[in-house]
Nanobody, 114 residues
């Protein structure tokens, strides 16, 4: 399984971005998916995840601003990010978890700056 993330970029505070992560292979629909981020010089942290049963979970810092969703027919997980703040600046990584194993996509840079 390989994961390909896209959608990062430079956005002004208050703006929006949508990240996408598409996976190869045929296990996507039964896997839990997540988005993590790693600000420069800091540890990677969970942003949001969505289970195979569509249960979602968000970091407190993004609740009400970010939405995670998945489209199993397209093997894709999305992260809609609204009301972006400078502190959301980080490299964002998608994650696939199945049978206690983790697969990571390449990161995509999100920069929130005026």
């Amino acid at each position: 399984v390989q994961l390909q993330a896209s959608g990062g970029g430079l956005v002004q505070p208050g703006g929006s971005l949508r990240l996408s992560c598409t996976g190869s292979g045929n296990i996507f629909s039964i896997a839990d998916m997540g988005w993590y981020r790693q600000p420069q010089g800091k540890q990677r942290e969970l942003v949001a995840d969505i289970s195979s049963g569509l249960t979602t979970n968000y970091a407190d810092s993004v609740k009400g601003r970010f939405t995670i969703a998945r489209d199993n027919a397209k093997n894709t997980v999305y992260l809609q990010m609204n009301s972006l703040k400078p502190e959301d600046t980080a490299v964002y990584y998608c994650n696939l978890r199945i049978a206690q194993s983790d697969i990571w996509g390449q990161g995509t840079q999100v920069t929130v700056s005026s």
